[in-house]
């Protein structure tokens, strides 16, 4: 199989996931009476929480089908560190986290990113010491986070098309940059699934059905993806 079918099946697991698995997470929402904050509206559906974990589904489910043995380890940093801002955001859902827990997870997340496995980042900066690369890619992507998730509360759907169009432009710079496919497959996976959420978003309504929303952990599960995009592009910039 070459490797324009695997992109395009890539992208259409990531987006078809979103469609098989929010009607079940809606339930479980509904089961536990998870809502969504206070100020979203739609009026005859049940707004939800819990968007995120469909999103997480997609994305780490098309990644482990198509992508490589090698390019799938390479990942396992930003695996972790999804997992890391999932299972936070479900224990504050299930208001079973004290209050600083998200700040603690973003922090933990972008150490596992950019250290990885084995503590050497990648050069931001040639001629700083690899200590100082860390925290200021440390840095980067927890202001990133950050700073995403401030846009998106203010402007929700515009900020959730645009993440979706970097994702895409991501993916078609990366393709004509020859970078590694397992990135490329990675922008893909993010578009797919973005695109999934929002289409879902326009089902939903149309048909009354029970919306599961992406709030703050599906924000920053997007944000870190995003910024760890940006810091490969950096990266080769700076090299």
Avoid at 35 to 57: D, K, N, T
Avoid at 59 to 68: E, H, K, V
Avoid at 99 to 122: C, D, E, I, K, M
């Amino acid at each position: 199989m070459n490797e324009v079918m695997i992109a395009i099946l890539n992208f259409a697991l990531a987006f078809g996931a979103i469609f098989l698995v929010q009607p079940s997470v809606a339930q479980v929402a509904l089961a536990k009476n998870l809502m969504a904050p206070e100020g979203s509206h739609a009026p005859g559906i049940p707004l939800l929480s819990m968007g995120g974990v469909s999103m997480f589904i997609g994305i780490n489910l098309s990644l482990a089908i198509f992508s490589t043995n090698e390019g799938f380890a390479g990942l396992h940093p930003l695996i972790a560190a999804l997992i890391i801002l999932l299972f936070s955001g479900l224990l504050l859902d299930t208001n079973m986290a004290f209050r600083y827990v998200r700040q603690l997870a973003r922090l933990l997340a972008a150490a596992v990113l950019v250290l990885h496995s084995h503590g050497t980042p990648n050069t931001f900066f040639p001629g700083l010491p690899p200590w100082l690369n860390a925290v200021l890619q440390m840095a980067f992507v927890i202001g990133f986070m950050y700073g995403y998730h401030e846009l998106v509360l203010h402007r929700k759907m515009t900020f959730l098309y645009l993440a979706l169009l970097n994702a895409l432009v991501f993916f078609l710079f990366m393709w004509q940059w020859q970078a590694p496919f397992n990135d490329i497959l990675l922008a893909l996976s993010l578009s797919g699934s973005l695109s999934g959420i929002l289409v879902y978003s326009r089902y939903a309504r149309i048909k009354n059905k029970p919306l599961p929303l992406i709030g703050h952990t599906g924000t920053f599960l997007i944000a870190i993806i995003l910024a760890a995009l940006w810091l490969e592009i950096l990266v080769f910039w700076a090299n």
